[in-house]
T-cell receptor, first 111, second 117 residues
Framework: SQQGEEDPQALSIQEGENATMNCSYKTSINNLQWYRQNSGRGLVHLILIRSNEREKHSGRLRVTLDTSKKSSSLLITASRAADTASYFCANRSGSARQLTFGSGTQLTVLP | DTEVTQTPKHLVMGMTNKKSLKCEQHMGHRAMYWYKQKAKKPPELMFVYSYEKLSINESVPSRFSPECPNSSLLNLHLHALQPEDSALYLC????????????????FGEGSRLTVL
């Protein structure tokens, strides 16, 4: 399976704290993306980082990519209760024609 | 709000029924996808259409039959399903760049929750 692994599987934090989620993948990639999914809803694209980039920011989101370790991390700063959701990384390797999603992290932000 | 619309939001069907899930997008995307998602699992790709032609079928059982009547619509026809097919079915779309689908952002619908009795 090309599916990546994410850790932790579940993360519970207080509002205002930072949340860090990690993603590992198995093959070389063109880009890596992060998606959020509220319970029972569709996925929403958060951010894309290309294989030649090491860090990217978008609002309260910071994504890093380490291609030598085949890993990425998503940092959400100053978390809010509305950030409660599942977060998935997804990547497309060079010859693949589709995204492969990681196993996901369930984030709970307590008010 | 998503720009990919899926209907119905909920569907309950028996194992002998025939039903269809529908998906519509008006973003001009020429790649459309069906994913299946079980509880607490990541989405699993079922089918990809590129320029209204089926380009990827991830060994999905024939009781699932996709159809792309035009560039804005994607259907998933369901027949003789099993209880284990109960899941959230997600439609997505994306641009096609250099003839390759899925290189960038996917836009997802809210999904159709299917229950097979």
């Amino acid at each position: 399976s090309q599916q990546g692994e994410e850790d932790p599987q579940a993360l519970s934090i207080q509002e205002g704290e930072n949340a860090t989620m990690n993603c590992s993948y198995k093959t070389s990639i063109n880009n890596l993306q992060w998606y959020r999914q509220n319970s029972g809803r569709g996925l929403v694209h958060l951010i894309l980082i290309r294989s030649n980039e090491r860090e990217k920011h978008s609002g309260r989101l910071r994504v890093t990519l380490d291609t030598s370790k085949k890993s990425s991390s998503l940092l959400i700063t100053a978390s809010r209760a509305a950030d409660t959701a599942s977060y998935f990384c997804a990547n497309r390797s060079g010859s693949a024609r589709q995204l492969t999603f990681g196993s996901g992290t369930q984030l709970t932000v307590l008010p | 709000d998503t720009e990919v619309t899926q209907t119905p939001k909920h569907l309950v069907m028996g194992m002998t029924n025939k039903k269809s899930l529908k998906c519509e997008q008006h973003m001009g995307h020429r790649a459309m996808y069906w994913y299946k998602q079980k509880a607490k699992k990541p989405p699993e790709l079922m089918f990809v259409y590129s320029y209204e032609k089926l380009s990827i079928n991830e060994s999905v059982p024939s009781r699932f039959s996709p159809e792309c009547p035009n560039s804005s619509l994607l259907n998933l026809h369901l027949h003789a399903l099993q209880p284990e097919d109960s899941a959230l079915y997600l439609c997505a779309s994306s641009q096609v760049i250099a003839g390759v689908s899925n290189t960038g952002e996917l836009f997802f619908g809210e999904g159709s929750r299917l229950t097979v009795l």
